[in-house]
């Protein structure tokens, strides 16, 4: 192998450089900390719900439930059924990365009180599971039962215990709904 010609830079120094900016831009785009998630996939999201019967007529992205600009990137708005009852029931899917899945609590319970006043008498159902966020009005007990598992299973967060109301569910490492319980 032959040694390149001296042009005023030191061979290794060069080498050094380019080491240097290798790795450089591999850290820039693989990370060695803790990974952090990611939303579920839409298509995962649509292939579970369509997995367990419910029928999807319609999706709209960036439809969200109410008028809070800061959640339209993260909204789509289904509009599904179920063989047993085929009228049409809007649901509104909010998806988070995990570095914002706690703080879009508020955020979503605001939009939710928004949604519920412009829509009176309605009961309003809310699901909430990592990294995914749902609501939606005059929801069968089955759509949401049938809903609750099928974000479960798109979910990417694995192991993590949600708590909203009085409902505490559990998300297995194979994503699965373990167990609902009722306080």
Request: contains cysteine.
């Amino acid at each position: 192998m032959r040694t390149p010609r001296h042009t005023g830079h030191s061979w290794s120094a060069v080498a050094w450089v380019t080491v240097a900016l290798a790795a450089t831009l591999l850290t820039g785009c693989y990370s060695f900390a803790q990974p952090s998630f990611h939303p579920a996939e839409g298509r995962d999201v649509l292939v579970a719900i369509a997995r367990r019967g419910i029928t999807v007529h319609s999706a709209v992205a960036g439809t969200s439930a109410c008028e809070d600009r800061g959640l339209i990137g993260n909204a789509v708005r289904l509009e599904v059924s179920l063989p047993s009852d085929a009228a049409p029931r809007d649901l509104f899917l909010y998806t988070f990365r995990a570095r914002s899945w706690e703080s879009s609590q508020a955020q979503v319970d605001a939009c939710q009180a928004e949604y519920a006043a412009a829509n009176p008498g309605a009961r309003i159902g809310r699901l909430d599971v990592p990294t995914l966020r749902a609501l939606g009005a005059d929801w069968s007990m089955e759509l949401e039962t049938l809903l609750r598992e099928a974000l479960i299973e798109a979910s990417t967060q694995p192991g993590a215990v949600v708590e909203r109301g009085t409902d505490s569910v559990l998300i297995a490492s194979v994503p699965s709904l373990v167990a609902s319980t009722a306080r």
